[in-house]
């Protein structure tokens, strides 16, 4: 997966994310972000990580947005690496 490739699925995550207003106010709560942020989040490596993070740590979330994109159910965390070079971690204590 290309950088390109990586970002565009950030942001097609957060298309999908604010596709329903209950997905996005569970994003923005769980980020502390407001949504006059947004648009300075996206253009960052960090949010389009937070983006994917949210994805990947919530399966049911993650399989929708994967299927809606048509894409294997894999293709966020690999997106996930290809920005930031780490794989996801879903256990915040060991950070």
């Known amino acids: 997966m290309t950088q390109d490739d990586a970002q565009i699925l950030a942001l097609s995550g957060l298309t999908f994310l604010l596709d329903d ?6 994003f923005l709560r769980m980020t502390g972000i407001t949504p ?9 490596i960090e949010g389009q990580t937070a983006i994917l993070d949210y994805l ?8 929708a947005f994967t299927a809606e994109q048509g894409c294997p159910d894999d293709a966020p965390a690999r997106a996930r ?12 204590t060991s950070i």
């Open 56 to 63: 990947l740590g919530n399966e049911s979330l993650l399989l």
């Open 21 to 26: 207003g209950q997905r996005i106010d569970g």
């Open 36 to 44: 006059q942020d947004l648009r300075q989040l996206v253009a960052t």
């Open 81 to 92: 690496r290809t920005l930031t070079g780490r794989a996801f971690n879903q256990d915040w």
